[in-house]
C-alpha cells in the first residue's frame, strides 16, 4: 500500500527558505503515470496547489508561486521535496504531498500533512 | 479567489440527500476529469470521486458524481453525521498549466 510522509521543520523565521522532503513507502517515485505533488493549507482556508514534479524531473507550478518554490524528486532515495524561498507569514500553512495521476485527473493517496509556521 | 467556484456551505438532516456544485471554466472543468476530496477535521483529504463519476474502492455508492459542460455536481445520499466535513473539488486548468481547487464545501447534518 502506497503511503506518503512529509518531514521537515516546523518553524521558519520570515524571509528564509522553507524546506520539507515526502518521503514514498510502498511503491516507486519511478512510475511514468504519476506526478507527485505539493499541496498547502493555511489554517482555516482551503486548499491551494503548489506544483509537481515526476520521476524526470519535470515541473509544474502554480504561477502565483513559481518565483519563489521548487520541486525536484530523489528517485535514488525515493524521496520528492519542496523549497519555498523568502517565506512570510502568508506562508504559514499545513503542507501536504500526494500522488497525482497525470494531468491532475486525481490526487491520491495523501500524506499526513505538516504544519509550517513561520514567525520570528 | 478559488479558480473553481463551490458554495461555501450546505446542510441537510440525517437520511436526506445533498449537493455539491463545483463551477469552472471552459480551460480547467470544460476540458478536464473532475475529482472530489472529503476533509474530516484535523485529517486529510481523501479522495471521494475521480474522472467526474467514478467511487475509489471503499466509497461506498451513496457518494456520486457527475459532470455537465464547465460544472460538477457531487451528490451524498442516506446522509449521516459521520459524512459532515468539508468537500472540495479538484481539476487541472490548460491556461494556468497547473491544479486548481475549489474554496470548499462545508457540509453539515443537521
Known amino acids: 500500500q502506497l503511503q506518503l510522509q512529509e518531514s521537515g521543520p516546523g518553524l521558519v523565521k520570515p524571509s528564509e527558505t522553507l524546506s520539507l522532503r515526502c518521503t514514498v513507502s510502498?511503491?516507486?517515485?519511478?512510475?511514468?503515470?504519476?506526478?507527485w505533488a505539493w499541496i498547502r493549507q493555511p489554517p482555516g482556508e482551503g486548499l491551494e496547489w503548489i506544483g509537481n514534479?515526476?520521476?524526470?524531473?519535470?515541473?509544474y507550478y502554480n504561477p502565483s508561486l513559481k518565483s519563489r518554490v521548487t520541486i525536484s524528486a530523489d528517485t535514488s532515495n525515493n524521496h520528492f521535496s519542496l523549497r519555498v524561498n523568502s517565506v512570510t507569514a502568508a506562508d504559514t500553512a499545513v503542507y501536504y504531498c500526494?500522488?497525482?495521476?497525470?494531468?491532475?485527473?486525481?490526487?491520491?493517496?495523501w500524506g499526513q500533512g505538516t504544519l509550517v509556521t513561520v514567525s520570528s | 479567489q478559488s479558480v473553481l467556484t463551490q458554495p461555501p456551505s450546505v446542510s441537510a438532516a440525517p437520511g436526506q440527500k445533498v449537493t455539491i456544485s463545483c463551477s469552472g471554466s471552459?480551460?480547467?472543468?470544460?476540458?478536464?476529469?473532475v475529482s472530489w476530496y472529503r476533509q474530516l477535521p484535523g485529517t486529510a483529504p481523501k479522495l471521494l470521486i475521480y474522472?467526474?463519476?467514478k467511487r475509489p474502492s471503499g466509497i461506498p455508492d451513496r457518494f456520486s458524481g457527475s459532470k455537465s459542460g464547465t460544472s460538477a455536481t457531487l451528490g451524498i445520499t442516506e446522509l449521516q453525521t459521520g459524512d459532515e466535513a468539508d468537500y472540495f473539488c479538484?481539476?487541472?486548468?490548460?491556461?494556468?498549466?497547473?491544479?486548481?481547487f475549489g474554496g470548499g464545501t462545508k457540509l453539515t447534518v443537521l
Open positions: 510502498g511503491g516507486s517515485i519511478s512510475n511514468t503515470d504519476y506526478f
Open positions: 479538484g481539476t487541472w486548468d490548460n491556461s494556468l498549466s497547473a491544479g486548481v
Open positions: 500526494a500522488r497525482q495521476r497525470t494531468g491532475m485527473d486525481w490526487l491520491d493517496p
Open positions: 471552459s480551460s480547467n472543468i470544460g476540458d478536464k476529469y
Open positions: 514534479v515526476d520521476y524526470r524531473g519535470e515541473t
Open positions: 474522472e467526474n463519476n
